[in-house]
């Protein structure tokens, strides 16, 4: 079984602390994603990674960034975090192309106080 | 720009009934796979069922079934003899090819569904 796994499920942070969240794949996936999830608004792709050291945007990156120096990790930084980013963030990954069924991880859910 | 919408925010079902959780989407790609994911209550969300846009062929997953209609661009799950177990916000995907070749995910909003005792 794919596993994907976020290493904290809860974090609580103060505004303008930086912020990381890792995330670890154990299948050799090529693609991995972060997600923030919100009420009403679903899952909204953070940003996206197909290989070591590249990345893509998604559909909100403004206020964050990522970091993927090895195959089976892809970390989400909030350089200053704010309280709008309180919320519950998905990590997930797939292989590529038409092989492209996503594994969530359980998620992490991220409070800025 | 795709679009996926759920316009069911909430739905009820008694056990052992069917129920039908509607998504409709917008897109101009030719090349798409549409998904059902589940996400129970505090657990992983995990996939329901997948739909390649080029098969005419609706896909079945055991009491799972979607109705895909390509030129309505419609994408319904139907479960059948429903179980309590089923008890989850569904959320409905797209996904089509991004600039890096990358398979990107639209999702809509979620419909949670609440299985009755």
């Known amino acids: 079984d794919v596993k994907v796994t976020q290493s904290s499920r809860y974090l609580v942070k103060r505004t303008g602390e930086k912020v990381f969240l890792e995330c670890v794949q154990d299948?050799?996936?090529?693609?991995m994603f972060w997600y923030r999830q919100d009420p009403g608004l679903g899952l909204r792709l953070i940003y996206f990674?197909?290989?070591?050291?590249?990345?893509e945007k998604g559909d909100i990156p403004e206020g964050y960034s990522v970091s993927r120096e090895k195959k089976e990790r892809f970390s989400l930084i909030l350089e200053s975090a704010s309280t709008n980013q309180t919320s519950m963030y998905l990590c997930?990954?797939?292989?590529?192309?038409?092989?492209?069924?996503?594994?969530f991880g359980a998620g992490t859910r991220l409070s800025v106080l | 720009a795709q679009t996926v919408t759920q316009s069911q925010p909430e739905m009820s079902v008694q056990e052992a009934e069917t129920v039908t959780l509607s998504c409709t989407y917008d897109t101009s790609e030719n090349n798409y796979y549409l998904f059902w994911y589940k996400q129970p209550p505090s657990r992983q969300m995990i996939l329901v069922i997948r739909?390649?846009?080029?098969?005419?062929q609706n896909a079945t997953e055991n009491r799972f079934s979607v109705n895909f209609q390509k030129a309505a661009k419609s994408f319904s799950l139907k479960i059948s003899d429903s179980q309590l177990g089923d008890t989850a916000m569904y959320f409905c995907a797209f996904a089509a090819p991004s600039t890096s070749g990358t398979y990107k995910y639209i999702f809509g909003t979620g419909t949670r569904l609440k299985v009755l005792a």
């Open positions: 997930a990954s797939s292989l590529p192309f038409s092989k492209n069924i996503q594994y």
């Open positions: 739909q390649e846009a080029y098969k005419q």
């Open positions: 299948m050799d996936h090529e693609n």
């Open positions: 990674s197909y290989d070591v050291k590249m990345k």
